[in-house]
């Protein structure tokens, strides 16, 4: 097989185990530890999850990790009204995330790429919530979701270069 990868981060089987090994700690990570807000939601670290695979595989395989880590977590948690919306929605971030940092990891593009997963997740909730509950219950994501990816931010500035170091780049 051939382990040189294209601009999206598409390798092999390898890549493709990677991320669905990638995806499953997505979901434990979003399950476990759930840390209530005030705002009657929670925070987790399972989007650090996220910043990872962009950072590491690319656009496609940060989509697909964020995509089906997270929307499997709500099913499984019972949240499962939020799967659609997030596969859509954390799909997008890790896209984001990816485009901005794949092949390009430095301090610049990774705080660039956490402000675009906040503003796509933060606005994807509220409007995704708006239909759900109203838009004043809708706008309580406007305060949670800032604080997940706070959370999430700070885990990932540890995580990514000592991942990435361990693998050498080459992930």
């Given at each position: 097989?051939?382990?040189?990868?294209?601009?999206?981060?598409?390798?092999?089987?390898?890549?493709?185990?990677?991320?669905?090994?990638?995806?499953?700690?997505?979901?434990?990570?979003?399950?476990?530890?759930?840390?209530?807000?005030?705002?009657?939601?929670?925070v987790h670290f399972g989007d650090c999850i996220i910043y990872l695979?962009?950072?590491?595989?690319?656009?496609?395989?940060?989509?697909?990790?964020?995509?089906?880590?997270?929307?499997?977590?709500?099913?499984?948690?019972?949240?499962?009204?939020?799967?659609?919306?997030?596969?859509?929605?954390?799909?997008?971030?890790?896209?984001?995330?990816?485009?901005?940092?794949?092949?390009?990891?430095?301090?610049?593009n990774f705080v660039l790429s956490g402000v675009a997963c906040l503003?796509?997740?933060?606005?994807?909730?509220?409007?995704?919530?708006?239909?759900?509950?109203?838009?004043?219950?809708?706008?309580?994501?406007?305060?949670?979701?800032?604080?997940?990816?706070?959370?999430?931010?700070?885990?990932?500035?540890?995580?990514?270069?000592?991942?990435?170091?361990?693998?050498?780049?080459?992930?």
């Amino acid at each position: 097989m051939n382990n040189k990868s294209n601009r999206y981060g598409i390798v092999d089987t390898r890549s493709f185990i990677r991320a669905s090994m990638l995806a499953a700690l997505a979901c434990v990570l979003t399950m476990f530890p759930q840390i209530p807000t005030p705002t009657g939601g929670y925070v987790h670290f399972g989007d650090c999850i996220i910043y990872l695979a962009s950072a590491l595989m690319g656009p496609l395989w940060g989509a697909a990790v964020g995509a089906v880590g997270h929307s499997v977590a709500d099913i499984i948690s019972g949240h499962a009204i939020f799967a659609l919306p997030t596969f859509i929605i954390k799909g997008l971030a890790g896209f984001a995330a990816g485009k901005i940092m794949y092949g390009r990891l430095n301090k610049k593009n990774f705080v660039l790429s956490g402000v675009a997963c906040l503003l796509i997740v933060t606005v994807g909730y509220f409007i995704a919530e708006i239909p759900m509950f109203g838009v004043e219950a809708a706008a309580v994501s406007l305060i949670s979701s800032p604080a997940q990816w706070l959370m999430s931010m700070a885990a990932s500035v540890i995580m990514i270069p000592a991942v990435n170091k361990i693998v050498g780049g080459r992930m």
